[in-house]
T-cell receptor, first 113, second 112 residues
Framework: AQSVTQLDSQVPVFEEAPVELRCNYS??????LFWYVQYPNQGLQLLLK??????LVKGINGFEAEFNKSQTSFHLRKPSVHISDTAEYFC???????????FGKGTSLLVTP | DSGVTQTPKHLITATGQRVTLRCSPR?????VYWYQQSLDQGLQFLIQ???????AKGNILERFSAQQFPDLHSELNLSSLELGDSALYFC???????????FGQGTRLTVV
C-alpha cells in the first residue's frame, strides 16, 4: 500500500519569503503524486500532479514540486508567497491516476505580513 | 466552482440516526469518490464508484454504504451514527481513469 508523510504540520512564513512544504511517500510500486490546497471552508483544489516525465512539475499559483525517486520525496515549493496562500496543503499518492488518493495529514501554511 | 455539487452543506443530527449525503458529479464524469475529513484521522478515502459499479473500497465502516445511480449522482448513507462520525464528507468526480478528480465543497456532518 502507498502512504504519505507530511513532515511539518504547520509552516509559518513571512510574505514574499520562499517556502517548501515537505512530503515523503512510501510505495513498493510506481506511484502518481499530487498536491492539493484547501482554503478555509472550501473543498480541495489540485495544485499540481506528477504522473510521469519531467521530475519538476509546475502548477497553479506559482507553485512547483520536484519528484525525487531515490529519496521518495515530492516537496512543494514557491519562491515568494502571498498572504492569499494561507491554507492547508495536502500531499497525496495513488498507485494509478484513476485510483483513489491516499492523503497525508496536511500542512497548514500561515503567511503573515 | 469545481462543478461537483454536494447537498446538504451542513447537517446536524443525533446519535443513532441515519442520514444521506448527496453528490452530483461534473457533467460527463463517470467516477465518483467519497472521502471523510476529520481532525484525528485526516482525509480518508471511503469508497469509489465508476459508471454505477463499486470500484474500490477504503476505510468505510459497515454502518456506511453508498451507491451511484444511472444518472451518475451518488449517495452516501450513514447509519447508527456516533459522535465520532462528525466530520466533513467530500465527494470528488473524474471523467475517466487517468484524469483529474474535482472535489465538491463537502457536507459538514455534526452528530450530537
Amino acid at each position: 500500500a502507498q502512504s504519505v508523510t507530511q513532515l511539518d504540520s504547520q509552516v509559518p512564513v513571512f510574505e514574499e519569503a520562499p517556502v517548501e512544504l515537505r512530503c515523503n511517500y512510501s510505495s513498493s510500486v510506481s506511484v502518481y503524486l499530487f498536491w492539493y490546497v484547501q482554503y478555509p471552508n472550501q473543498g480541495l483544489q489540485l495544485l499540481l500532479k506528477y504522473l510521469s516525465g519531467s521530475t519538476l512539475v509546475k502548477g497553479i499559483n506559482g507553485f512547483e514540486a520536484e519528484f525525487n525517486k531515490s529519496q521518495t520525496s515530492f516537496h512543494l515549493r514557491k519562491p515568494s508567497v502571498h498572504i492569499s496562500d494561507t491554507a492547508e496543503y495536502f500531499c497525496a499518492v495513488s498507485k494509478d491516476s484513476g485510483y483513489a488518493l491516499n492523503f497525508g495529514k496536511g500542512t497548514s501554511l500561515l503567511v503573515t505580513p | 466552482d469545481s462543478g461537483v455539487t454536494q447537498t446538504p452543506k451542513h447537517l446536524i443530527t443525533a446519535t443513532g440516526q441515519r442520514v444521506t449525503l448527496r453528490c452530483s458529479p461534473r457533467s460527463g464524469d463517470l467516477s465518483v469518490y467519497w472521502y471523510q475529513q476529520s481532525l484525528d484521522q485526516g482525509l480518508q478515502f471511503l469508497i469509489q464508484y465508476y459508471n454505477g459499479e463499486e470500484r474500490a473500497k477504503g476505510n468505510i465502516l459497515e454502518r456506511f454504504s453508498a451507491q451511484q445511480f444511472p444518472d451518475l449522482h451518488s449517495e452516501l448513507n450513514l447509519s447508527s451514527l456516533e459522535l465520532g462520525d462528525s466530520a466533513l464528507y467530500f465527494c470528488a468526480s473524474a471523467r475517466d481513469f487517468g484524469t483529474e478528480a474535482f472535489f465538491g465543497q463537502g457536507t459538514r456532518l455534526t452528530v450530537v
